[in-house]
């Protein structure tokens, strides 16, 4: 892999890393964000 | 089984399950696909580029896919008013951005030590790039309307609207004179690359799909958890 075209083909590995780490976190920390807001204010008025 | 997920209830019990599951299976596949990607021999024509093929071509894939999802949810939700449509359409579209900015960032990276240029005017680039317009079209003008249900409604439009662009992606390297190589695996007669590269793409493509799926699905439960947090709120503040 240390050829020429290595300077094309990490940065696109890493880019579609760096892509896929996005998506993960954003949907793990949104879902748990939103579910921790909804229980609490389910304990709040008592639901 | 549609039917039956519609009711919030049961999609929340079904996704707690689902979603990681999907996350799993998308491991399953994408592990020896990435494997048998880098074991893959070089292309006699492009040399060690055509690694780059595992990753562009199953974003371009899903980013297609979602767009259909996106414009399936909104058609459930602007014609059958329904409100968990409405919270799947808006948790694809930043997946579905975020896939076809992959296609387009993975397949510069690709055209230019095979074509020499990062990007040409041509119809499937072009077309692509209105794909991903679309979806932050799409997120945009959810944004920019404070009331949700209106909000919702606008932007399902926009989708269904922007489903006419899905065939000009598909077919744009048969209808028009591209840069962009044709199509080489869903085409009649077959795929046409060889097996030993084959394998690991089908692999890859398995695995984005599953991976999307689990995104898909958590999403979409963090967005109902959302609509319930937001309903809860306006009750305490009456």
Known sequence: ?47 | MLASLANPHRFMGFSRWAAPLCGLIALAFLIPGLWLGFAAPEDYQQGATVRIMFIHVPAAWISMFAYACLGGASFFSLVFRHALADAAARAVAPLGAAFTLLALVTGSLWGRPEWGTWWVWDARLTSVLVLFLLFIGYMALRSAIDDETRAGRAAAILALVGLINLPIVKFSVDWWNTLHQGESIFRKGGPTIATVFLIPLALMGFGYLFAFGALWLERTRAEVWRRRARNLEAQAAA
């Not at chain 1, 075209?5 to 780490?21: N, Q, S």
């Open chain 1, 1 to 47: 892999m240390a050829d020429k075209y290595a300077a094309f083909i990490w940065p696109a590995y890493a880019v579609t890393a760096l892509g896929f780490a996005w998506m993960v976190l954003d949907t793990l920390l949104r879902a748990r964000r939103w579910k921790r807001r909804a229980e609490a204010l389910e304990r709040e008025l008592g639901k």
